[in-house]
């Protein structure tokens, strides 16, 4: 733990948290379902300090458990095109067997203009990813000790995440359609700690844009 409260850690942390903060803005302030008692400056308080701690996590921990930097800025050019590629493919796979069912289901997740999906992709490549692969992985790697155990409970989180979403709902998802969304977010934790530690940031951000970029056809 003392790696996580080293001044460096915490100063580009600190820096890390405040652009994440102010990328999630234009997503909060289009959040229709708000609660009156959460205003915005709270809730963008309530991003720093948390940015703060979980940017902790990967600068404290990922180069030190995983012998890798935390941004690749010179890519490898087959690797890139492999995940571009691969990107394009998932997202359109997503697009014509996926969306359909899951748009009824989770409205709220689906961006309705062109706004929308600016501010959802800036929420979802500065918070979300942080949360859910970056700060979650790098944790699990120094509790574990070994990046594909890591990678296994990284996939498991998603899954019971992506569960616990779906006890909400008043509709019905269907079993095949759960088991395969269940069964996908297992392997994409294992694909997700690939890319992360392949090409660091950037790559799984790349994979996540090619994937959320589906939506642009339905503005175009």
Not at 97 to 111: C, G, K, T
Not at 122 to 143: G, H, K, M, N, P
Request: proline content about 5%.
């Amino acid at each position: 733990m003392r790696l996580l409260f080293q001044p460096q850690v915490l100063n580009r942390a600190a820096l890390a948290s405040l652009v994440s903060a102010l990328a999630c803005y234009p997503r909060l302030c289009l959040w229709t379902h708000r609660p009156e008692l959460l205003p915005i400056w709270y809730m963008e308080a309530a991003i720093f300090v948390c940015g703060v701690l979980l940017w902790g996590s990967v600068f404290a921990w990922h180069e030190a458990y995983t012998h890798r930097p935390i941004f690749i800025c010179k890519q490898e050019f087959m690797p890139v095109m492999a995940v571009t590629l691969a990107g394009i493919l998932t997202g359109l796979a997503f697009r014509a067997w996926v969306d359909p069912s899951l748009r009824a289901q989770f409205p709220e997740d689906y961006p309705k203009d062109m706004r929308q999906w600016l501010a959802s992709l800036a929420f979802l490549l500065t918070f979300t990813q942080l949360f859910v692969v970056f700060a979650t992985f790098d944790w699990l790697i120094r509790l574990v000790r070994n990046r594909w155990l890591a990678a296994g409970l990284l996939g498991a989180f998603g899954a019971a995440w992506l569960l616990q979403k779906v006890c909400q709902l008043h509709g019905v998802v269907p079993p095949g359609l759960l088991t395969a969304l269940l069964l996908g977010r297992m392997a994409a934790g294992f694909w997700v700690v690939a890319l992360y530690l392949r090409g660091g940031v950037w790559l799984v951000s790349w994979w996540s844009l090619l994937v959320y970029a589906r939506h642009l056809l339905d503005y175009v």
